[in-house]
């Protein structure tokens, strides 16, 4: 069965760190990457996708994820994380012909410590 | 821009009770999706549906009912809620997958069945 892999359940970092937080897929051909993240109480937003060209996609509030197809992976990327960052972070794929339906992640909560 | 509206916010009802969660979208978007959110589980589609009238099961599709009779509104019905279905309740709507969309999503039904 197709499925997403998170590391991190939880990553604490203080202000000024920089961040990376893993995904991996499982094989299944031709594959769309998201991730998402939902700050406290809020919804899910699109940080950033990938569908094709250039492996390294970058997003919306200064993240940058990097697809390696040789390691199915897609890990999100930030050089300097800020206190507003502190949310929940889900990766999530959509292979091809699945209906447009998402495959998530199990999350990775971030806490930014001021 | 209305976008996608969910109802109620919040939910508390008793086992057994039926309870019917809304979710409409202003985009005419074709495809349409319930999720549920978990500790420990992240989201995980329900019921999704690609066009009016078309609905098809996701991964967790037991005790729920779905219909989708216009294309702006998708309900999620609990015909005899369970304590065990007390989650987080996301609705989700994007173009034709193979336009690349990402997914849209609502802001939420927190459900607590006692």
Redesign the interface.
């Known amino acids: 069965a197709q499925s997403v892999s998170q590391h991190n359940h939880h990553v604490i970092l203080s202000e000024a760190a920089s961040l990376e937080l893993g995904c991996n897929y499982s094989y299944g051909g031709t594959v769309?990457l998201?991730w998402?993240v939902q700050y406290p109480g809020?919804?899910?937003?699109?940080l950033l996708?990938y569908?094709s060209g250039d492996p390294l996609v970058k997003g919306i509030k200064g993240f940058e994820a990097e697809f390696i197809k040789s390691k199915f992976s897609f890990n999100l990327r930030k050089p300097s994380v800020q206190w507003s960052d502190t949310a929940e972070y889900?990766c999530a794929a959509?292979y091809g012909g699945?209906?447009?339906?998402?495959?998530?992640?199990?999350?990775t909560k971030l806490s930014v410590k001021p | 821009d209305a976008g996608i509206t969910q109802s109620p916010r919040y939910k508390i009802t008793e086992t057994g009770r039926q309870v019917t969660l809304m979710c409409h979208q202003t985009w005419s978007h074709s495809?349409m999706?319930w999720?549920r959110q978990d500790l420990?589980?992240?989201?995980?589609?329900i019921y999704?549906s690609?066009a009016a009238d078309i609905t098809?099961k996701?991964e967790v599709p037991d005790g729920y009912v779905v219909s989708r009779s216009k294309t702006e509104n998708f309900p999620l019905t609990l015909e005899s809620a369970t304590r065990s279905q007390t989650s987080v309740y996301?609705c989700?709507s994007?173009i034709?997958?193979g336009q690349?969309q990402?997914?849209?999503?609502?802001?939420?039904t927190r459900l607590s069945i006692l």
């Open positions: 769309n998201f998402y809020q919804h899910l937003q699109l996708k569908f889900f959509n699945s209906q447009g339906n998402l495959i998530f992640g199990k999350g | 495809y999706f999720y420990g589980h992240g989201l995980r589609l999704y690609a098809d996701g996301f989700a994007s034709l997958p690349n990402p997914q849209h999503f609502g802001d939420g």
